[in-house]
Structures are given as structure tokens and as C-alpha cells.
């Protein structure tokens, strides 16, 4: 299954870009659920805010430069990625907590 390895990346994405996902509070203690993780994610790609990233929205994305294919993070029939549904895919893959550090 190909969804291992594109929220693996994200994480390296994550992990590289501490200081936004943890919101610029400034505390490198600062740790973040698999849900906020998730979120950050699913917001970098939908640049509209309207909780459904399509393709276009995807490649216009900062996260494109990490992963290169729309279609490794799953689209549904209709070609869209949706919020829920990504991120609960996120968090059934990755239930423990991030620190940044």
C-alpha cells in the first residue's frame, strides 16, 4: 500500500518545518497529535479552505515539492482528496504524538 510511505514523507516534511507546525509559539517542547499533524498537512494543500484539495490545488501546493504524484495520497472516483478522509487515514497510520525538537 502506497500510503506508508507518502505520510512517511510527510513527516519528513513536518519534521523539517518545526517551527510552522508548531504554530510559531516559539518552545521547541512543543508537541503535536497525529490529528494537528494532519490538519497542518491537509492546509497546506487546500489553498482555497473549502476541505477538499484537487489536483490543481495539490500541485500549486508547497507539499508538491515533497511528493510528486497527486495520485500516491489516494484520490477518490471523483479525483478529490477529502479532509476527513485524509486525515483519518493520517491518524490510523500514525496514533502516537510528534515533539519537535
Known amino acids: 500500500m502506497k500510503m506508508p510511505c507518502v505520510i512517511l514523507a510527510f513527516l519528513l516534511l513536518i519534521s523539517s518545518t518545526s ?7 516559539g518552545r521547541s517542547d512543543h508537541a503535536q497529535s497525529s490529528q494537528e499533524i494532519a490538519e497542518y498537512v ?3 494543500m487546500d489553498l482555497n ?5 484537487d489536483r490543481s490545488e495539490f500541485e500549486k501546493s508547497q507539499i508538491s515539492e515533497m511528493i510528486r504524484s497527486f495520485d500516491a495520497l489516494q484520490p477518490n472516483a471523483d479525483d478529490l482528496l477529502m479532509r476527513e478522509i485524509f486525515i483519518g487515514i493520517f491518524m490510523k497510520y500514525h496514533s502516537k504524538n510528534y515533539t519537535n525538537s
Open 19 to 25: 517551527s510552522g507546525v508548531a504554530g510559531g509559539c
Open 42 to 44: 491537509f492546509g497546506q
Open 49 to 53: 479552505n473549502d476541505e477538499v484539495v
